[in-house]
């Protein structure tokens, strides 16, 4: 564990150095490519023994072996000419008709860019790249824990809605929804890749056969738009044993709402969809009048109800603003209830997504088929001696044990109620239900929600003063 912590230390002492790496995003980009070429260059070394007829999709003079490997190999200006010249534009139009990795590669390069400038200090990266050994199961595990810590790092940089789940979260939802070997999984805004990675981890404990794998491989799939995210998914996945990641680069809500058929259709979607964040002008001309918004989570939630399969389940992050919205989110709300049984939403306490966002969110559970008859609630409690969850103190797997045990039995409790349908229609489908045992005075608002209530309150002002004025013109 140490000689892989110290390595991936002394990258960024080097890193930091280069004039050409501004801010921990480029630092983690640089990074991460780096380190995909040697993952890829590890498992290529495995896929010739393990798969028939192995044809590497990298022309040989742009194998790490090649330019990479050797310690005392290219440097400076030298070796900045040929990442910059001849490495850099041969990955990004690499051939792709003849293998799935070329489409990898592709994909990885498309957006991805060197921000190093000193061929000095790049070749010092390099050489304590090469120290890991990929191939070694205890040094791929080691590294796995690592990447964690990059995935958490780069969450200092989370803006209009780019807050990477706690890990705690994905498992939770997982576990809760539970995936089965066979099923179909996609999360349509993947970021880096956590519910995927949690997905994978929950469905191999069911494999008993070597055949399986590749029906685990070939039935989880995400889709991301941004270059970065993408990049790290992707390196996630092989980090996970997976030789042929269907990560795809792009935006699902560019594409026609009436063009998913069922084709498209999956048993499973688990997802964070980015909330807070606005999509570029025309992108909600893709979906139904009724739908149609630039609020990026409120187009997804659309978008998670129409890809889900008859009996397909979701577990879903979204904000408190969806609950209590009006407008489109309240019709994204009845189509919900109509087409899904929204059976419990988990309403999760304040600092879970702290320090990046102070938001408060909850845990959507439904499936498809039925509509809801009735919805449970749970307000997750903080545990005991905690106030506020922060980075030095963040969100445990341990912490849900006691929502678990309810689960399966569902009574209610001090933190645990339910609502039936015709009470949400009464309050025209406004979801933001509060915990019924503890009363107004009781409750403690953080600074955001005051701020929330307050410009809710004086938007219903405003609309009321608005239909007075009418009334008497």
């Given at each position: 564990?140490?000689n892989?912590t ?5 990258i ?5 150095k280069?004039a050409?790496v ?16 040697k993952?890829?260059?590890d498992?290529?070394?495995e896929w010739?023994?393990t ?9 040989e003079k742009f194998?790490?072996?090649a330019?990479?490997a ?9 070796l900045?000419?040929f990442?910059?010249s ?8 690499i051939?792709?008709?003849?293998t799935e990795?070329?489409?990898?590669i592709?994909?990885?390069f498309e957006d991805?860019y060197?921000?190093?400038?000193n061929?000095?200090l790049?070749?010092q990266v390099?050489n304590e ?5 990929f191939?070694?199961?205890?040094d791929?595990h080691?590294?796995?824990d690592?990447y964690?810590t990059?995935?958490?790092?780069l969450?200092?940089a ?6 990477y789940t706690?890990?705690a979260?994905t498992q939770f ?17 993947c970021?880096t890749?956590g519910?995927?990675?949690?997905s ?5 404990k069911?494999?008993?056969?070597p ?5 685990l491989?070939e039935s989880?799939?995400?889709?991301e738009?941004?270059?970065?995210p993408?990049?790290l ?21 560019t ?8 084709k498209?259709?999956?048993n ?9 964040g606005?999509e570029?002008d025309g ?10 918004t630039k609020e ?11 890809v889900?399969?008859?009996n397909g ?5 979204l904000p408190?603003g ?7 989110k ?6 919900l209830?109509?087409?899904?049984n929204?059976h419990?939403?988990?309403r999760?306490p ?14 959507l559970?439904?499936?498809k088929g039925t509509p809801?008859?009735e919805?449970?609630y ?8 905690i ?6 103190r963040?969100v445990?797997?341990?912490h849900?044990?006691d ?7 569902r009574?209610?409790n ?11 229609k ?5 979801l933001?239900i509060k ?7 009781e409750?403690?608002f953080?600074?955001e929600e005051?701020?929330v209530?307050?410009d809710?309150s004086?938007?219903?002002s405003?609309k ?10």
């Amino acid at each position: 564990m140490s000689n892989i912590t110290s390595i991936i230390k002394s990258i960024r002492d080097i890193m930091r150095k280069d004039a050409g790496v501004d801010g921990d995003a480029q630092r983690i980009s640089q990074m991460v490519w780096m380190l995909f070429m040697k993952i890829f260059a590890d498992k290529e070394e495995e896929w010739e023994y393990t798969l028939d007829n192995y044809e590497s999709p990298i022309a040989e003079k742009f194998k790490w072996d090649a330019w990479a490997a050797d310690d005392e190999g290219l440097t400076g200006d030298e070796l900045m000419e040929f990442i910059n010249s001849e490495l850099f534009p041969a990955l990004k139009d690499i051939d792709t008709s003849k293998t799935e990795q070329a489409k990898i590669i592709k994909a990885v390069f498309e957006d991805t860019y060197n921000y190093m400038k000193n061929g000095t200090l790049f070749r010092q990266v390099i050489n304590e790249i090469d120290k890991i050994d990929f191939n070694s199961s205890e040094d791929r595990h080691t590294f796995n824990d690592i990447y964690e810590t990059i995935l958490k790092e780069l969450q200092s940089a989370g803006s209009s809605g780019e807050y990477y789940t706690p890990r705690a979260v994905t498992q939770f939802i997982v576990d809760m929804v539970d995936p089965q070997l066979g099923e179909s999984v996609l999360d349509p805004a993947c970021g880096t890749g956590g519910f995927l990675t949690c997905s994978i981890d929950h469905v191999r404990k069911q494999i008993d056969n070597p055949k399986a794998t590749q029906t685990l491989q070939e039935s989880i799939r995400g889709v991301e738009k941004k270059p970065l995210p993408h990049l790290l998914c992707t390196t996630n996945l092989m980090l996970h044993s997976f030789d042929q990641p269907a990560v795809t680069r792009g935006n699902m809500l560019t594409k026609s709402y009436s063009d998913y058929g069922i084709k498209d259709q999956v048993n499973v979607v688990l997802s964070n969809p980015p909330f807070g964040g606005t999509e570029e002008d025309g992108t909600e001309k893709n979906f139904p009048k009724k739908f149609q918004t630039k609020e990026t989570a409120d187009l997804f939630l659309s978008l998670i109800i129409k890809v889900l399969k008859k009996n397909g389940r979701a577990g879903v992050v979204l904000p408190d603003g969806t609950l209590f919205g009006e407008g489109v989110k309240t019709r994204i709300k009845e189509e919900l209830l109509t087409k899904c049984n929204l059976h419990t939403i988990v309403r999760l306490p304040n600092g879970v997504f702290n320090p990046y966002t102070g938001i408060k969110t909850n845990l959507l559970f439904f499936e498809k088929g039925t509509p809801t008859k009735e919805t449970w609630y749970y307000e997750m409690p903080y545990p005991e001696g905690i106030k506020n969850f922060s980075r030095s103190r963040p969100v445990d797997i341990k912490h849900f044990d006691d929502i678990k045990k309810w689960w399966k039995d569902r009574k209610e409790n001090e933190y645990a109620w339910k609502v039936s349908l015709k009470e949400i229609k009464e309050r025209s489908f406004n979801l933001d239900i509060k915990n019924p045992h503890v009363s107004e005075a009781e409750k403690v608002f953080t600074t955001e929600e005051l701020l929330v209530k307050i410009d809710t309150s004086f938007d219903k002002s405003a609309k009321l003063l608005a239909e007075i004025k009418k009334a008497l013109l």
